[in-house]
C-alpha cells in the first residue's frame, strides 16, 4: 500500500489491500483507482449501494477466478465500513442531515 492510502478510511484500505494481493490486470488497476476514490466506500461515495457497484465492477472488469473472489468477498463483509466510520458519518454535517431527515435521533456512546 501506498503513502497516500493510509489516509484512506479503514474500510477503504481493506479493500485496497485485497485488491493488490490480486494478480495485476487493467481491470485491477480501474477497482484500485475507483477505491482509492472512495467510489466503494459505504459512507463517502456518492452510489447508493457502492458494495453492490464493487460486486459488479469487479465481475465485469477484472472477470474470471480473480473477479468472483473480490465479488465473494465484498458480498461476505469484508470491506464494510467500521462501527467507528458509522459513528464519525452520523456525526458529520451529511450525516445529522440524513438522519434528522428520518426522525432518527444521533445517540453517541
Excluded: C
Amino acid at each position: 500500500m501506498s503513502e497516500p492510502d493510509h489516509k484512506l478510511p479503514e474500510s477503504t484500505r481493506r479493500l485496497v489491500a485485497f485488491l493488490l494481493e490480486t494478480p495485476p490486470s487493467p481491470g485491477r488497476e480501474s477497482l484500485l483507482v475507483a477505491a482509492r476514490a472512495n467510489l466503494y466506500n459505504d459512507f463517502l461515495s456518492d452510489h447508493p449501494v457502492p458494495i453492490r457497484l464493487l460486486v459488479e465492477h469487479a465481475r465485469f472488469y477484472v472477470g474470471g477466478d480473480t473477479g468472483e473472489a473480490i465479488a465473494q468477498a465484498a458480498m461476505s463483509g469484508a470491506f464494510d465500513a467500521t462501527h467507528a466510520e458509522s459513528q464519525a458519518w452520523a456525526a458529520s454535517p451529511e450525516g445529522r442531515r440524513a438522519l434528522a431527515q428520518l426522525g432518527t435521533p444521533h445517540h453517541r456512546r
